[in-house]
């Protein structure tokens, strides 16, 4: 009932609040960027009102909240667990208290960036929505959009179907911005990022990842696929996923919620003995690929996923290897680390990073195991 | 820095209450409280009555939490039955019966909370916040809604009983004022093109 009689300015008015919400259609975002395209002037409007969509709005501070849920608690307390039972069950108590001593230490600084993120947010997605993407690619097709983040740094990006992207440090994404939205929504991901994607059935989502390609029509999920990383990992926390291993087409992995799929990344695939402990799934007998299907990893005391830690700004590990754990802390904050003791590498280790740096992470890590490192201006040595 | 999208942690949330977690229970309660208090007391205009209904709501999860991960939109979920939970509170103290939702007259909030930080001038804010005030009742919740509660259309149209199209016209009509409130001195000659 909405379209041809309309002005351009008009179908802006009735496209922008749509975009906004996440309502859009793929082919009205696609209407949205051209009129967007073609009238400059509207851009500042779209931009502010954007802006606007993404305040954080709050009637109660948090401590009058957590008040609500203390009267709430004690109204129906028959029917929860006292703490102190709750101790009995399994030291969660005793966790819970390190859990939210932490969140508060580290809460205003995470209020402090909050500035710097809303604008960083709004500059990347507007870049995305409203220029053509010339400037940001070299030496491919001028259709291509790429948002890549450094060590240390991590992004958020809003596709224009309205699916969000959440990319961590160390990772790229990219597509073509001609093409993305019209039959189907493709990206190419390098490193790790979770997708949370707008549902619809007519255009799948697809994620092309080394040399796996993932098929969505919406849901969550985490891929993390470093080339430089033994292992590319897919997580799913709701809807489905479909995922095909390029070189074999026939075989499809179907996931549900809560399952993850490894596979080993040829690239660089040594044949690594903590690989032989995976369970190989029958697929896959006479190939060289090495696929597992698991369990998304739920870190009982943190009470949080472990794949998914990192978006909230957490570093989470459960007894995961020296050698691995570095090279993930070195996208994390942006730092080398070298081992001079090869032996070092084969630590375990279990825990959580959130606000620390990186001293008070080594400090903390040599409590549980003897190690002494040296820090050389952006290198760290372990000895 | 990262802002997580709340969703996210609902789906999360969900799977942990359904395996008995009082903590992710607590967060959901915790990250919904605001939002389904004002929904409550705009309703019912008494922040007693609100409490009461938004614990209510609440510890109906909890008693069901085994049923949990039958809930398709949780959050829309807690808004509805926030909503129809306030309406007979107030249809049983008022006897009246039928309360229209969309009639309901309440006070937006502040449209920036910090509008320095994304270069908005202070009169601009202003003359906005003035316009939200001004919008008519059922555009000013729909607005509301969509915008303060990050409802999309279906969402608050089911929430509303109205249907999608009504969403549509009223926030285009909220745009096209809240367009002329920011830009005032110009939007006027371009409107009509």
Redesign the interface.
Do not use: C
């Given at each position: 009932?909405?379209n041809h009689f309309q002005?351009?300015?008009d179908r802006f008015?009735?496209l922008?609040?749509?975009q906004?919400?996440?309502?859009i259609s793929s082919d009205e975002n696609a209407e949205l960027s051209e009129i967007l395209a073609n009238y400059p002037?509207l851009r500042l409007?779209a931009e502010?009102?954007a802006?606007?969509?993404d305040?954080?709005?709050?009637?109660?501070p948090?401590v009058e909240?957590?008040e609500?849920?203390m009267?709430?608690?004690l109204?129906?307390k028959s029917?929860?667990?006292f703490d102190g039972e709750?101790d009995q069950i399994g030291g969660?108590n005793n966790a819970?208290i390190n859990f939210t001593s932490a969140k508060t230490v580290f809460l205003p600084k995470?209020k402090q960036?909050?500035?710097?993120?809303?604008?960083?947010?709004?500059t990347i997605t507007s870049f995305l929505f409203f220029y053509n993407p010339k400037s940001v690619s070299k030496e491919q097709s001028p259709a291509i959009s790429s948002v890549i983040t450094k060590y240390g740094n991590?992004?958020?990006i809003n596709l224009p179907d309205g699916s969000?992207v959440?990319l961590n440090a160390g990772s790229r994404l990219d597509y073509n911005s001609l093409d993305f939205n019209k039959t189907l929504r493709e990206v190419d991901l390098s490193g790790e990022a979770?997708f949370?994607i707008a549902h619809n059935v007519a255009k799948p989502f697809i994620v092309r990842s080394g040399k796996m390609q993932i098929r969505v029509l919406g849901t969550?999920f985490n891929v993390k696929a470093y080339p430089e990383e033994k292992n590319i990992e897919t997580s799913l926390?709701?809807g489905s996923v479909e995922i095909t291993i390029n070189d074999r087409p026939q075989d499809k992995y179907i996931l549900s919620?809560?399952e993850k799929l490894v596979i080993s990344n040829n690239g660089l695939a040594q044949k690594s003995p903590t690989l032989n402990t995976v369970n190989v799934s029958k697929a896959d007998k006479e190939n060289t690929d090495i696929i597992a299907l698991k369990k998304v990893e739920y870190h009982a005391i943190e009470?949080i996923?472990v794949e998914?830690a990192w978006?909230?700004?957490k570093l989470v590990f459960k007894s995961e290897k020296f050698s691995d754990l570095a090279k993930r802390m070195e996208r994390w904050y942006d730092i080398e680390i070298r081992f001079r003791n090869l032996s070092k590498k084969e630590l375990k280790f279990t825990g959580i990073f959130t606000s620390e740096t990186i001293q008070q992470a080594l400090k903390a890590m040599r409590v549980v195991h003897s190690f002494t490192y040296m820090k050389e201006n952006n290198i760290i040595f372990i000895d | 820095?990262?802002?997580?999208?709340p969703?996210?942690t609902i789906?999360?949330l969900q799977?942990?209450i359904f395996h008995n977690?009082?903590?992710?229970y607590?967060e959901l309660?915790?990250l919904f409280?605001?939002?389904l208090?004002?929904l409550a007391f705009i309703i019912t205009k008494s922040r007693e009555l609100s409490?009461e209904i938004?614990?209510d709501v609440?510890?109906g999860i909890?008693?069901r939490r085994e049923h949990v991960l039958e809930i398709n939109n949780l959050r829309l979920y807690l808004y509805i039955s926030v909503k129809n939970t306030s309406l007979n509170y107030l249809a049983q103290l008022t006897k009246t019966g039928v309360v229209c939702l969309e009639e309901l007259d309440f006070e937006p909030?502040q449209?920036?909370?910090?509008p320095e930080?994304?270069l908005?001038t202070k009169e601009m804010n202003q003359r906005?916040n003035d316009a939200i005030q001004n919008l008519p009742p059922r555009c000013r919740i729909i607005f509301k809604l969509?915008?303060?509660d990050?409802?999309?259309?279906?969402e608050a149209a089911e929430l509303l009983n109205l249907s999608r199209?009504t969403i549509?016209n009223q926030?285009?009509l909220?745009?096209?004022k809240?367009?002329k409130a920011?830009?005032y001195s110009f939007s006027t000659s371009?409107?009509k093109?």
């Open positions: 009932m909405d002005s351009p300015v008015v009735t922008l609040p749509r906004l919400s996440g309502s002037d409007q502010l009102f802006a606007m969509w305040q954080e709005k709050k009637v109660f948090s909240v957590k609500a849920y009267r709430h608690f109204k129906y029917e929860f667990l709750q969660i819970e995470w960036l909050m500035a710097a993120g809303l604008l960083l947010t709004i991590k992004s958020k969000q959440w979770y949370d969550m926390i709701k919620p809560n009470k996923v998914t978006v909230q700004n | 820095m990262i802002v997580l999208k969703q996210i789906a999360e799977l942990r977690e009082q903590t992710a607590k309660f915790e409280y605001n939002k208090f004002r409490e938004v614990s609440f510890i909890w008693r909030l449209p920036f909370s910090n930080e994304i908005v906005l969509v915008k303060e990050g409802l999309s259309y279906n199209s549509d926030l285009v909220a745009i096209k809240l367009t920011l830009f371009k409107n093109s």
